[in-house]
């Protein structure tokens, strides 16, 4: 096939055309993403498709990427591909907004993760795994948990008790059990943005995916009502969004508008950090030496004592394990933007309406950036191989002005969650790692069940 497209290529190196058919390719974002990736994206700088009529640029090299979502960052914008498949849940929160709304409730959020106030919010962590390693320990021996589903149990308590002081009326399992659903179609969902179809277009677990979104609204915005009826009995995220004003405007947020910001929080913010979780739990168990330096990090640290809030911070190598895992398995594995206005990349002028794609899931597998991309090494994360490395080659968390607000919350959570665990049992996973699937976050193809035993 070939491809007919406005954007022309200049002579630098490492830029490839991707001849896939239009068809073949949608077929693949149905099933799975990562596979309509071009498989280009692994080792070249800039890949160009057309698909459905439409540009896509890939880019994969750590300084174009800089270039195009921090120096290019007034050209770009989220385009109606992500909010499609998120605003039915998520609304025009942080993840989804553009411009001076975007803005403001970033603005708005920030004091809810300094540094600081995430200090204070460790024992709170620290609890909750506590939960999950009891449940764990209380089991009959040789018993399998869904260690995905139990990471969802114990993210999303750590949420609602530090973001939101509790769940209240929130029921946590249907919940969880409505992100999942919600997560299912999003793949018909994107597929069906690119068609530029209309928005009334039945997909497979339309339904379904409908009735998850609206419980989870409806549940957050009873909560709110309960909030403000309380006028300001508790000092948490939701006090600061319903506090919050626009500094051009004076205007204080709608019922709708705290809504969609703690909704983002309560699903992407769990989800994440929990399959991420996952992902690291299973690496653990396929290599056991790096398991027990873990170990090892944390029987140092704590000279055999309860992880305590003081722990965290030095577990070094345990913080670098997670980083490792959420290389090979990044949680958010795509970010997408829309071109507004042209601007040139590495010799290609890239036209509006062009939709720019970071293949994040790609970028950590790079051969051109990672010696043996594909190997689990945590030490590609100490003090300087880390150093030595273009900080746009590592984005679990995004990248720009945009970076994912919680990202601190989240790999402090991460480290005190693995502490917990993992001083006091030990995960044991059969068969081969699975396959990744995206379905927006990067979650295993199929439930992995693992064996837990007390650690002796």
């Known amino acids: 096939m070939t491809i007919v497209s406005p954007i022309t290529v200049g002579p630098e190196p490492g830029i490839a ?12 974002i149905v099933r799975n993403p990562l596979d309509a990736f071009p498989p280009e994206v692994f080792d070249h700088r800039l890949v160009v498709s ?9 880019v994969t090299d750590p300084v174009l990427i800089h270039e195009a979502l921090v120096r290019n960052a ?13 605003g039915p849940a998520i609304g025009e929160g942080l993840l989804t907004a553009d411009g001076a709304h975007w803005r403001w ?11 600081g106030r995430l200090l204070g919010l460790l024992p709170a962590m620290i609890v909750a795994a506590e939960q999950t390693r009891d449940r764990w320990r209380a089991a009959k021996p040789g018993t399998r948990f869904d260690v995905g589903h139990d990471m969802m149990v114990t993210t999303f308590k750590i949420i609602v008790d530090t973001m ?33 179809a209309p928005d009334w277009m039945p997909y497979p677990g339309r339904k379904r995916t409908e009735a998850a979104a609206a419980y989870m609204r409806d549940a957050v915005l009873t909560m709110i009502a309960d909030r403000r009826r309380e006028a300001g009995a508790q000092d948490d995220l939701v006090a600061l969004l319903l506090a919050a004003a626009d500094p051009e405007t004076g205007r204080q947020m709608t019922d709708a508008e705290v809504a969609d910001n703690l909704l983002t929080f309560i699903t992407a ?3 994440t950090t929990a399959v991420a979780l996952g992902w690291t739990f299973m690496l653990l168990a396929k290599h056991p030496a790096i398991e027990r330096r873990v170990v090892d990090e944390i029987s140092a640290i704590t000279a055999g004592a309860p992880i305590a809030p003081e722990h965290i911070e030095a577990l070094a190598y345990t913080r670098q394990v997670f980083q490792e895992a959420m290389r090979l398995y990044p949680p958010a594995p795509m970010i997408a933007r829309r071109v507004l206005k042209p601007f040139a990349l590495a010799g290609v002028t ?12 790609a970028l950590h597998r790079h051969a051109a950036i990672w010696d043996d991309p594909d190997t689990f090494d945590p030490d590609r994360f100490a003090p300087e191989p880390t150093k030595a490395r273009h900080r746009y080659a590592f984005m679990p968390f995004g990248a720009g002005a945009r970076i994912c607000i919680g990202s601190a919350f989240a790999t402090m959570e991460a480290v005190a969650i693995l502490a917990v665990l993992l001083q006091t049992v030990r995960l044991e996973a059969a068969g081969p790692m699975p396959k990744a699937l995206m379905k927006v976050t990067l979650r295993p193809a199929e439930t992995v069940l693992m064996r837990v035993t007390p650690r002796l």
């Open 17 to 28: 055309y991707s001849r896939r058919s239009s068809l073949a390719t949608m077929a693949r």
């Open 269 to 271: 913010g769990h989800e």
């Open 74 to 86: 007034d050209a770009l914008d989220k385009g109606q591909e992500i909010k499609r498949v998120l």
């Open 164 to 196: 939101l002081s509790g769940p209240g009326q929130i029921d946590a399992g249907r919940v969880e059990r409505s992100v999942t659903d919600y997560l299912q179609s999003t793949n018909w969902m994107f597929a069906l943005a690119l068609l530029k």
């Open 105 to 115: 409730q970033r603005q708005s959020m920030a004091p809810a993760f300094q540094h």
């Open 50 to 58: 057309r698909i459905f009529g439409r540009d896509r640029v890939y």
């Open 350 to 361: 890239i036209e509006a309406d062009t939709m720019l794609t970071v293949p994040i899931y």
